[in-house]
């Protein structure tokens, strides 16, 4: 089955999830936006009461256009519920994202949420985590010795650039260095060492977030939960 047909099943069983009323965080990427046309479906056939909280400004232009009402993370004080993608999950739930540079503010979002449901397709359940390049999220101003000191570490960054070689910025002018690792054994070491470089603004490693993960697959669609 096209991977494209399991991120659509997954994104749209999870809106099932959502309920009047709701603080919502909307996440970033393709699945997340199978999501949010299917949420908008809802949104208007019954006439739900919801107020969106996006973790980029893709996300929030597509919410916007069709006619999800949309307010800044700084605006509300709570989120119930936030639906967003990934780019691996294990068994333990612990997971990578940024796929799509956006991992800084889906961190924001997903951690001031009261629940957090990935969506994923069943080629992201994986054993190990780190076959998918790790994403880190630097400041610009001496970006390159924080790259040397990650390749002294042997974690092999490479700056993720367009195809036109200029860095890819994130929503918040960063640039990213994506750290190919293959497999990550000690997540939370890594996170901690990650998190103490001065100039690293987010990794995307997430680590004890994700309650529920919806998972399109070729014979349905499954709904795994934390332990
Ligand atoms: O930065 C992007 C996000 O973390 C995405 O949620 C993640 O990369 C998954 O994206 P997609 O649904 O496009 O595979």
Request: aromatic share 6%.
């Amino acid at each position: 089955m096209d991977k494209n047909a399991m991120k659509k099943m997954a994104a749209e069983r999870s809106v099932d999830f959502v309920e009047d009323n709701m603080i919502l965080g909307l996440g970033t990427g393709s699945t997340v936006v199978y999501m949010v046309e299917a949420l908008a479906k809802r949104v208007q056939a019954e006439h739900l009461n919801l107020t969106c909280v996006c973790t980029s400004i893709r996300t929030e232009e597509q919410a916007k256009s069709l006619g999800i009402p949309v307010k800044a993370l700084n605006d509300v004080d709570h989120i119930d519920l936030t639906i967003d993608g990934a780019d691996e999950v294990d068994a333990n739930f612990q997971g990578i994202k940024g796929g799509g540079a956006a991992h800084l503010f889906e961190k924001l979002v997903a951690t001031t949420s009261t629940r957090n449901i990935w969506i994923v397709d069943q080629e992201k359940v994986v054993d190990t985590i780190g076959r998918f390049p790790l994403p880190v999220e630097v400041i610009p101003f001496g970006s390159q010795q924080v790259f040397n000191k990650m390749a002294k570490e042997g974690l092999n960054p490479e700056f993720r650039m367009t195809a036109d070689g200029q860095h890819v910025l994130t929503d918040s002018k960063n640039y990213v260095i994506d750290l190919h690792l293959n497999q990550v054994q000690h997540p939370h070491l890594l996170a901690s060492w990650l998190s103490e470089q001065v100039g690293v603004v987010e990794h995307g490693l997430f680590l004890d977030i994700v309650d529920q993960v919806v998972v399109g697959a070729p014979d349905g669609v499954k709904i795994l939960t934390a332990k």
